[in-house]
């Protein structure tokens, strides 16, 4: 059994910065890649940023350059810090893990339940 936990998510102000955190708990045997997504009023789930158990990372081109991905191995935990926040960062950020539970078992993806991230204007 495998959860993910978000926290960090909260309103700020255009210009300001937060820091998204995710803890993944349960049968964990090994993490191939965690990262975050986002989904926005009105529109598609997007790419936020991911990074890999090798430590190679992923960014959305509207991410670049304003957000930092990174992660603790030790306590399969990933972390986003954005920066000169958007009104258009506006979103619910969702936790994703690509994962195997077992030795013997293939790697699946599992999600959070999604931290809501609102940047005033």
């Known amino acids: 059994q495998v959860q993910l936990v978000e926290s960090g998510g909260g309103l700020v102000q255009a210009g300001g910065s937060l820091r998204l955190s995710c803890a993944a708990s349960g049968s964990i045997f090994s993490i191939n890649a965690m990262g975050w997504y986002r989904q926005a009023p009105g529109k598609q789930r997007e790419l936020v940023a991911i990074i890999t158990s090798g430590g190679s990372t992923n960014y959305a081109v509207s991410m670049k350059g304003r957000s930092t991905i990174s992660r603790d191995n030790a306590k399969n935990t990933v972390y986003l810090q954005m920066n000169s926040l958007k009104p258009e960062d506006t979103a619910v950020y969702y936790c994703?893990?690509?994962?195997?539970?077992?030795?013997?078992?293939?790697?699946?993806?599992?999600w959070g339940k999604g931290t809501l991230v609102t940047v005033s204007s």
């Open positions: 994703n893990a690509v994962l195997r539970a077992t030795p013997q078992g293939y790697g699946m993806d599992y």
